[in-house]
């Protein structure tokens, strides 16, 4: 009765918010990601204030990324062996504190470099423990025809909060100056805390309690004996390493090649994640898209071209346009590239394979690092068109090694 409803009211691309628990679920992701984007939209104007260096920007924001790539492991493994529920509680609370700290010193004026990174650090370290346990659990709250959609929803929930975060950051910035910002960046954490409470999820399949060690050899044997899962996994990296760290260079972009100021700012985050929204629908209006490899390389050949593109402009319009298209691209890569790891891997091992997907999608941190030293070197547009076309490469010999990619 439910599905009939949903398709005579023409919202089949709503058709998983069906299930109770998914929807929690979402409402807590929206809630998280707008302070996750409230966080880095204010945290990186403050550290271009702070400092202006490009080198610093890039550097806290290696310091969230850097605990995930050694820690996420272990958190794909807990996410195989605990309960995945309680582990999303304990991240949003650990998450909350350290940022109502951030804020509390920002609001009383002695906020310094060294507490940014310390406390990039902490909540980096809380991510890598907990994000495995959202992206496996997802398909135990769904029914398996629906997974392509929920996955697609939860882009879209990511890309709306990529619109809304930086919004309500840029009125925050005006209004209650930075340490306000902060604190509402804490209060979006905690109302996901209570949304995800509420979540009744069931019973999943979980690892046997073998050895660290010998559980997470495990995980890393099942990616190496499937080409498939192997080849997506690098090419996210590829992605995540040489074209995404321009989303945390986009205050030197605003300000150092725009001539913006903090609302010219936030208005690039937003176009970002009004594109991702765009992609977001898409992905999820498509359902179980029987062609989705050549979805996933057109749009990861469409972002790289397209940042091209915005690295040359210098016309902030034309810069809102090629924003808005790469967000676009940007959301259906990551709707699919994520349904298909889920699709492939069975249950038990969801956590671990998930840990390793978020360590691939954390190597911003690692190319933040580089494209900060590299625009304080050459500039930020040489920097990012040379990555770019790195990227490029990197998509198209993953299709030349694994020709299968264009039949999933």
């Given at each position: 009765m439910k599905n009939a409803l949903v398709n005579i009211r023409g919202i089949q691309i709503f058709r998983s918010l069906r299930h109770r628990n998914y929807r929690l679920l979402l409402g807590g992701s929206v809630m998280a990601s707008s302070g996750y984007w409230i966080l880095i939209t204010a945290q990186g104007w403050l550290v271009l204030q702070l400092t202006d260096s490009a080198f610093w920007v890039g550097l806290i924001a290696f310091s969230v990324g850097i605990p995930s790539l050694f820690l996420c492991p272990f958190g794909g493994l807990y996410a195989d062996r605990?309960?995945?529920?309680?582990?999303?509680?304990?991240?949003?609370?650990?998450?909350?504190?350290?940022?109502?700290?951030?804020?509390?010193?920002?609001?009383?004026?002695?906020?310094?470099?060294?507490?940014?990174?310390?406390?990039?650090?902490?909540?980096?370290?809380?991510?890598?423990?907990?994000?495995?346990?959202?992206?496996?659990?997802?398909?135990?709250?769904?029914?398996?025809?629906?997974?392509?959609?929920?996955?697609?929803?939860?882009?879209?929930?990511?890309?709306?909060?990529?619109?809304?975060?930086?919004?309500?950051?840029?009125?925050?910035?005006?209004?209650?100056?930075?340490?306000?910002?902060?604190?509402?960046?804490?209060?979006?954490?905690?109302?996901?805390?209570?949304?995800?409470?509420?979540?009744?999820?069931?019973?999943?399949?979980?690892?046997?309690?073998?050895?660290?060690?010998?559980?997470?050899?495990?995980?890393?044997?099942?990616?190496?004996?499937?080409?498939?899962?192997?080849?997506?996994?690098?090419?996210?990296?590829?992605?995540?390493?040489?074209?995404?760290?321009?989303?945390?260079?986009?205050?030197?972009?605003?300000?150092?090649?725009?001539?913006?100021?903090?609302?010219?700012?936030?208005?690039?985050?937003?176009a970002i994640g009004a594109g991702g929204l765009v992609g977001g629908i898409t992905a999820a209006k498509l359902g179980d898209f029987k062609r989705k490899g050549w979805l996933m390389i057109g749009s990861a050949l469409t972002f790289t071209g397209m940042l091209i593109l915005f690295a040359m402009s210098r016309y902030f319009p034309l810069s809102l346009v090629l924003a808005v298209v790469i967000g676009v691209a940007n959301g259906l890569?990551?709707?699919?590239?994520?349904?298909?790891?889920?699709?492939i891997t069975p249950d038990q091992l969801r956590g671990r394979v998930m840990g390793l997907f978020i360590i691939s999608w954390q190597l911003p941190s690692i190319g933040s690092l580089m494209l900060g030293a590299a625009t304080d070197w050459v500039g930020l547009p040489v920097a990012v068109i040379a990555g770019s076309l790195i990227c490029t490469v990197f998509i198209l010999g993953a299709i030349l090694r694994l020709p299968a990619l264009r039949q999933l």
């Amino acid at each position: 009765m439910k599905n009939a409803l949903v398709n005579i009211r023409g919202i089949q691309i709503f058709r998983s918010l069906r299930h109770r628990n998914y929807r929690l679920l979402l409402g807590g992701s929206v809630m998280a990601s707008s302070g996750y984007w409230i966080l880095i939209t204010a945290q990186g104007w403050l550290v271009l204030q702070l400092t202006d260096s490009a080198f610093w920007v890039g550097l806290i924001a290696f310091s969230v990324g850097i605990p995930s790539l050694f820690l996420c492991p272990f958190g794909g493994l807990y996410a195989d062996r605990l309960d995945r529920r309680k582990m999303m509680l304990f991240g949003q609370i650990a998450t909350a504190l350290p940022i109502f700290l951030l804020a509390t010193l920002a609001f009383t004026g002695v906020i310094e470099i060294w507490h940014i990174a310390v406390l990039s650090v902490l909540i980096g370290t809380v991510w890598a423990f907990t994000d495995p346990a959202y992206l496996a659990i997802i398909p135990s709250l769904v029914t398996p025809d629906d997974l392509m959609n929920a996955m697609a929803m939860d882009t879209l929930a990511w890309q709306l909060s990529r619109f809304i975060g930086p919004a309500i950051a840029g009125v925050l910035m005006g209004l209650v100056a930075m340490g306000g910002t902060f604190y509402g960046a804490g209060i979006a954490f905690a109302v996901a805390f209570l949304l995800i409470f509420l979540i009744r999820a069931p019973t999943t399949i979980t690892a046997k309690q073998a050895s660290i060690v010998k559980d997470i050899r495990e995980g890393l044997s099942y990616i190496r004996s499937n080409k498939i899962a192997l080849t997506l996994l690098l090419m996210v990296s590829g992605v995540a390493l040489f074209a995404l760290p321009c989303f945390w260079l986009m205050p030197v972009f605003a300000r150092d090649v725009l001539g913006l100021g903090a609302t010219g700012y936030s208005q690039l985050m937003m176009a970002i994640g009004a594109g991702g929204l765009v992609g977001g629908i898409t992905a999820a209006k498509l359902g179980d898209f029987k062609r989705k490899g050549w979805l996933m390389i057109g749009s990861a050949l469409t972002f790289t071209g397209m940042l091209i593109l915005f690295a040359m402009s210098r016309y902030f319009p034309l810069s809102l346009v090629l924003a808005v298209v790469i967000g676009v691209a940007n959301g259906l890569f990551q709707a699919v590239i994520i349904a298909l790891l889920l699709s492939i891997t069975p249950d038990q091992l969801r956590g671990r394979v998930m840990g390793l997907f978020i360590i691939s999608w954390q190597l911003p941190s690692i190319g933040s690092l580089m494209l900060g030293a590299a625009t304080d070197w050459v500039g930020l547009p040489v920097a990012v068109i040379a990555g770019s076309l790195i990227c490029t490469v990197f998509i198209l010999g993953a299709i030349l090694r694994l020709p299968a990619l264009r039949q999933l």
